[in-house]
């Protein structure tokens, strides 16, 4: 099936992740709602997150996560699911990911939606 986009997705290599984008694509409180949620239900749609904000800067969110490598999206028809880059980003910096989502704990809750995938 053809992507929903003209360009396609762009996902850093693992040796390409660097920890200076990464750690700022999780200064905000959005970014890093979404991680906590995808670490707790991982393969989300893009739909299935409770939107606080409107839809392009949702959109914007996404992107910026993907760019930075901390997930990974794919399209299946008109859908776009996510998932953490767990494997990744603990090859290319060990325990990073654990880290940020146990300091999470207390700063963010996860997003709830009855229409999560």
């Known amino acids: 099936m053809a ?8 996902h850093p290599d693992t040796d390409d992740l660097d920890l200076f984008k990464i750690m700022s694509a999780l200064t905000d409180e959005t970014r890093l709602t979404i991680v906590v949620t995808l670490s707790v239900s991982p393969g989300l749609a893009c739909s299935g ?3 606080d904000v409107t ?4 959109t914007r969110h996404f992107r910026v996560l993907r760019e930075a490598g901390l997930i990974r999206q ?16 603990d090859q290319r910096f060990p325990g990073l990911l654990d880290l940020v989502l146990k300091e999470s704990v207390g ?5 709830v939606n009855g229409e999560c995938a």
Do not use: I, M, W
């Open 3 to 10: 992507s929903r986009t003209a360009s396609p997705l762009v």
């Open 49 to 51: 997150f409770t939107q």
């Open 55 to 58: 839809a392009s800067v949702l």
């Open 74 to 89: 794919h399209d299946v028809g008109t859908r776009r699911f996510n998932t953490l880059r767990k494997e990744d980003l």
């Open 107 to 111: 700063r963010v809750e996860p997003y």
